[in-house]
């Protein structure tokens, strides 16, 4: 591989550092080696999901949640057929001292997707909002409108979900509602859409008040400015599992703070010093998996925040959980320099 040291990282990384990393080579997975590159462990954004669910930190050692037995070959031969024999991503061919010294990832080194599995899930998308931080765009379109290259963000959204066989869609509208239907009324992939008008905005969670009745079953609710490429089957899995009312979707996001950073304590003393660390925080995607009943729990045209719904639900001592995703796997297009971000991420340059 040409891009070998992409995906490899010291044993000391921490979880957050080791995020970085596997965010910056595409393969979601990253090989720690100690001083000499000799194979530790490897790591990959499903062992750090597990490792922060059970309670691990950001700022723990990487090998804490690394697998410390990954599969390894001596030659390119036995690397081949090791990965042809089993879904592998990539397969460390290493030297008599166990150190790396190359990585195979198939003839092309190009990553192949894998098939995904028929979730058949229905979606509510709520697309009612005027889009204020896109202004002056969205004065002329809406928000669900705005194109991302060649298709408007609803429907890069749309296509997501329905390459998991997702392809019941709710949508709730508000703001300049008649161009969304046109839109989608001269689309030539005809999707399976029932609208909702939201006459007097309710926020982000009061509009799934006119769903009630619909569903027998579990839901993805999202907003329409967010588009979310991990493992949906996963997020399903973890719900249902879990038996959560609701799992909201939120991504690491990693900051390095450009400055030297100081902890006083009593009478000015300094406690602790880091110089240019780096900062790691859960972010709500505005994505979500929902059951029916919670919303029978949202008044009929009351406005209302859905993390207020998702807070309702915890105080009344029915299971909300968090399933925590890569960075990379979210993109926002709330700002005009996130959809530039967007839109280089999903087209190239």
């Known amino acids: 591989m040409d891009n070998i040291q992409t995906l490899i990282g010291k044993g000391e990384l921490t979880i957050s550092e080791a995020m970085q990393k ?3 080579n595409a393969y979601g997975i990253l090989f720690l080696v100690d001083e000499c590159n000799v194979l530790l462990g490897c790591i990959t954004d499903g062992d750090i999901r597990r490792f922060l669910l059970s309670g691990g930190k950001m700022d723990a050692v990487a090998m ?19 990965y042809h024999k089993r879904d592998y991503i990539v397969i460390p061919i290493l030297g008599e001292n166990g150190n790396i010294i190359d990585l195979y990832s198939g003839e ?20 009612g909002g005027k889009g204020t931080r896109l202004d002056p765009f969205t004065r002329v379109l809406p928000k669900p409108l705005i194109p991302v290259g060649d298709l408007p963000i609803i429907e890069h959204i749309m296509k997501e979900y329905q390459s998991y066989n997702c392809n019941e869609f709710h949508i709730i ?50 907003n329409c400015d967010a ?5 949906y089957e996963s997020m399903i899995k973890f719900h249902k599992e879990n038996k959560n009312v609701i799992t909201m979707v939120c991504a690491y996001k990693n900051i390095n703070i450009p400055y030297g950073v100081v902890e006083m304590g009593i ?11 780096l900062m790691s925080f859960l972010t709500n995607t505005g994505i979500y998996i929902v059951e029916p009943e919670v919303i029978d729990d949202i008044e009929d045209g009351v406005s209302i925040g859905f993390p207020d719904v998702v807070d309702i639900q915890r105080k009344k001592g029915r299971k909300v959980a968090v399933f925590p995703v890569r960075e990379n796997d979210w993109m926002d297009m709330g700002q005009m320099p996130e959809l530039e971000k967007m839109r280089v991420k999903l087209y190239g340059e």
């Open 108 to 127: 092309s080194g190009e990553i192949v997707s894998k098939p995904k599995n028929s979730l058949k899930i229905p979606v509510v998308i709520n697309a």
């Open 64 to 82: 804490d949640a690394a697998n410390r037995q990954p599969k390894t070959a001596k030659t390119i031969n036995e690397a081949r057929q090791l």
């Open 267 to 277: 009478n000015g003393s300094i406690e602790k010093m880091k110089e240019k660390p």
């Open 173 to 222: 509208v508000n703001y300049k509602r008649d161009l969304i239907k046109a839109y989608f009324a001269d689309n030539d992939n005809h999707y399976n859409i029932t609208w909702y008008d939201e006459i007097n905005p309710l926020g982000t969670g009061g509009g799934l008040s006119f769903l009630r009745g619909k569903f027998g079953d579990t839901f993805f609710f999202a």
């Open 22 to 24: 596997i965010d910056g």
């Open 227 to 231: 588009l979310l490429t991990a493992n």
